[in-house]
């Protein structure tokens, strides 16, 4: 049973950094892609950022591209997401997901399993 925990959120002020976490259970990240979604209130899920299975392809959303970083360790089964220049807009609920064999999609609908997010909430 695969099994993924975000970490890492929380509130911070605008121009400030956060690094979020999420530890992934019953499968190797060695061969999963791994994705970074946000879902503001009242509005739809987007994605952020993803990893591939192979760790050599990264893809981000505009919005986040020059400021954030995937990253992951597969000895530690985690995946990082880093953001820096935190906005308000950038308040929303995070989830991570997990893709087997993926190239890191952008379509939520690749992914297999979800976590149950954290939260950001950026201070103006």
């Known amino acids: 049973q695969v099994q993924l925990v975000e970490s890492g959120g929380g509130l911070v002020q605008a121009g400030g950094s956060l690094r979020l976490s999420c530890t992934i259970s019953?499968?190797?990240?060695?061969?999963?892609?791994m994705g970074w979604f946000r879902q503001a209130p009242g509005k739809d899920r987007e994605f952020v950022a993803a990893?591939?299975?192979?760790?050599?392809?990264?893809s981000y959303a505009d919005f986040v591209k020059g400021r954030s970083t995937v990253s992951r360790d597969v000895a530690e089964s985690s995946v990082y997401l880093r953001m820096n220049s935190l906005r308000p807009e950038d308040t929303a609920v995070y989830y991570c997901?997990?893709?087997?064999w993926g190239a890191g999609s952008r379509a939520g609908s690749e992914y297999e399993y979800w976590g149950q997010g954290t939260q950001v909430t950026v201070s103006s």
């Open positions: 997901a997990a893709d087997a």
């Open positions: 019953g499968r190797t990240l060695a061969n999963t892609a």
């Open positions: 990893i591939s299975w192979s760790g050599g392809y990264t």
